[in-house]
């Protein structure tokens, strides 16, 4: 039973990190859709404290909670691993929670950093998490948390991801191609892209079905860390040459990362949705309309 503490629901979706690189687009594909919701991001929703959690989320009293929110900061968390365990283990746990109290359906977002990165095969929903970094571990437990609390929900586990708002892999090679002729990328690191502007519309999609369980979103094909400079840098139309260096030769240090962040898309086939558009076409889309003062945000 709902545990409101409103009868007049006006809030459809209640979106997490809303200020974020994905949570805008979702807010803006929810717009477009004229879908009733509320953002909350950490200066109006500290999710790390049960108690605003609880009462925020029993006051808006949305049918559906999509969970962006996430300590995202991959070599940081080596550092303050509490920090990245109180964001997306603990807060996650308060988001299900109060999902729960109000019978709300929850997506989690999640990563590819929960696998062990080995082999060159595109990981399974099925397949066995192992994390190797301190991110992946926590985004683990904010999944296992989510699964300990209610019976059904949507993890979705995305990898690479980019779009207009917030820092990105794109937006870094821009930066750099104003300033240098050449760049050094690692070329052993494979994954697939995710353009926030093309999972926004099939996270909505999701969650007004009940098609409920754990799926993998990006786009579709795969590349290496390099080969994305590469497409970046001819898409934009910058002559910048891309050394291709293997990971261990890259200098900075931090937190590991997995050489195959290949994820299988087969969950959204087998449940009846439709898949992301490929990468290279993605990127050229986000390109013609970025190449201005909204890229350099």
Known sequence: MSGCMREDKAVSVLVTGSSGQLGRDVCRELERRKIPYVGRNSDTMDITDRDIVLKQIQ?????????????????????????????????TRHIAE????IDAKLLYISTDYVFPGTG??????????????????????????????????????ISWVFGEHGRNFVKTMLRLAETKSGVQVVDDQVGSPTYTVDLAPLLCDMVQTER???????????????????AIFQEAGKS??????????????????????????????????????????????????????????
């Open 120 to 157: 060159t095969k595109p990981y399974e929903t099925t397949d066995a998490p192992e994390p190797q970094n301190v991110y992946g571990r926590s985004k683990l437990a904010g999944e296992r948390a989510v699964q300990e609390i209610l019976e059904q929900y949507f993890i979705v586990r």
């Open 212 to 230: 409920y369980g754990v799926y993998h979103a990006a786009n579709e094909g795969e590349c290496s860390w390099a080969e994305f400079a590469e």
């Open 59 to 91: 006051t808006y009293c949305p049918d559906v909670i999509i969970h962006c929110a996430a300590y995202t900061a991959v070599d940081r968390a080596e550092e303050e691993p509490e920090r990245a365990f109180a964001v997306n283990e603990v807060g």
């Open 240 to 297: 910048v040459a891309v050394e291709r260096i293997a990971t261990g030769e890259y200098k900075a240090a931090g937190a590991v990362r997995p050489l195959n962040s290949r994820l299988s898309k087969q969950s959204l086939t087998d449940a009846g949705f439709s898949r992301l558009p490929v990468w290279r076409d993605a990127l050229a889309r986000y390109l013609s309309g970025a190449m201005d003062e909204n890229l350099r945000n």
């Open 98 to 101: 109060a999902s729960k109290k």
